[in-house]
C-alpha cells in the first residue's frame, strides 16, 4: 500500500486496545441489538452508575449533533433507566445517521456502545501522531477539551502543548509528568494523568498507530470521591502499510463503514477514492494523482475520483482499475497520465489496451504517457485499432478530456 492510507476502527475498538496498554476507559460494551444494550444498561445501573450514555458506532464525528433520517436527532444519548436505554437503541440500530462529516448519505448504525457516563469534572485534549516535520512522534494536548482542534489551534496556539518523543527511548516518565503539570492536574488527577500518557503513547507505537485521538479526555470523580484521567471518546487511525504485523486488529476492518469500490480497490492494491465530478483519473503516484486531480479543475471539469495505481502496477490491476473506474455511473470520460519511472510505459499501454476490449469502453479515453519505454507504450496504443485521444503534455491531456466530455 501507498504511506497515507489508513485504516479507521470504531471507538469501542479504539477503548479495547487503550485498556490493553492500561488507560482507563468507562465500563461498557458494545451492542446490536436492543436487548443486549437493556442487558448492558442493567449491568452497568446495578454497579451503581447513576447514568448511562448509548453511542452510534460509525465511522465519523459529529455522532451528537447528527440526525437521523428517521428524524430522530442526535447519534449518543445520556440515560438515566435501563428502559430509556432501550428505547434509545431501538431508534438508533438500523437507521441512517447523518453528521458534518458523513455527508448527506450518512451511516447506517448497526452497534451502539453502551458505557458508564460518569460524573465529570474537566474536559481536555490529548492526541499522539507523527510529525511529520521532524519525522518524531508527537503528544499533542490543551485543556481545550472537546473542542475541534483545528478551532483551538487557530484561536488559541497558546493552550495546545506540544511534547516530541524521541522514537529510539520512547516516552520519558518526566515527559509525562511535564505534560500532566501543564495541563494542570493535581494530586490523585496527576498521578492517574502521567499513567495514561504512557499508556496513550504505548498504544500509538505498539499497534503503529498513524494517529490516537482521545476528545474529551476527562477528569472523573469515581465512588469513592478519588480523582481520575479517564478517556471517555478515542479515535484511532492505523497506518496499513503495518497491519500485516497485527492480525488482531485487521479482524477489527468494518467493511460496512467503507465504500464498495474502495474495498474493491484495496483487493488489488489500488488506492481510490470516489468522488462526485464526471471525469475519471487513473494514475500513477499519489502526488501525481492530486496534481491530475487539480489541473482537471483548472480547465473547467470535475474529477470522479482519486486513483493511484501504484509505481509498479501490472496489467492486471490496470485492467481492474478500469472496471472500478466504469462501475461509477457519474463517469463519462476518462483521463490516464502516466509517468514511466519505475513504470514500464508498454506495460500501461497494454494494460490500457487489454481493459478497454474487455470492458467494450465506449467513454472519450485520453492517455498521456512520459518516461521509461514510452515509444513503446505509444506504438501499442497506436496499433491497437482503439479510438483514444493521445494528449502530449498533462495540461494537454487534460484540456482535451475535459473538451471531450462537454461535447
Known sequence: MNPGFEMNIHE??????????????????????????????????????????????????????????????????????????YEKAKAMLGQVLVTKQTGPDGRLVQKLLVAAAEEIKKEFYLAVLLDRATSRPLIMASTEGGMDIEEVAEKHPEKIIKEQIDPAVGIMPYQARKIASALGLKGDAFNSGVKLLMGVYKTWWECDASMVEINPLCIVVGADGKESLCAVDAKIGLDDNALYRHKNIQEMRDLGEEAPLEIEASKFALNYIKLDGSIACLVNGAGLAMATMDIIQHYGGSPANFLDVGGGASKEQVTAAFKIILQDPNVKGILVNIFGGIMDCNVIATGIVAAVKETGLKLPLVVRLEGNNVVAGKKTLAESGLTLITGDTMADAAQKVVKAVAA
Open 12 to 85: 469501542y475498538q479504539a477503548k479495547q486496545l487503550l485498556a490493553q496498554y492500561g488507560v482507563t476507559v468507562p465500563p461498557g460494551d458494545v451492542c446490536s441489538t436492543p436487548e443486549q444494550a437493556r442487558a448492558v444498561a442493567e449491568k452497568l445501573f446495578a454497579a451503581g452508575n447513576g447514568l448511562v450514555v448509548v453511542k452510534s458506532q460509525i465511522h465519523a464525528g459529529g455522532r451528537g449533533k447528527g440526525t437521523f433520517k428517521s428524524g430522530f436527532q442526535g447519534g449518543v444519548k445520556l440515560c438515566k433507566s435501563v428502559e430509556d436505554v
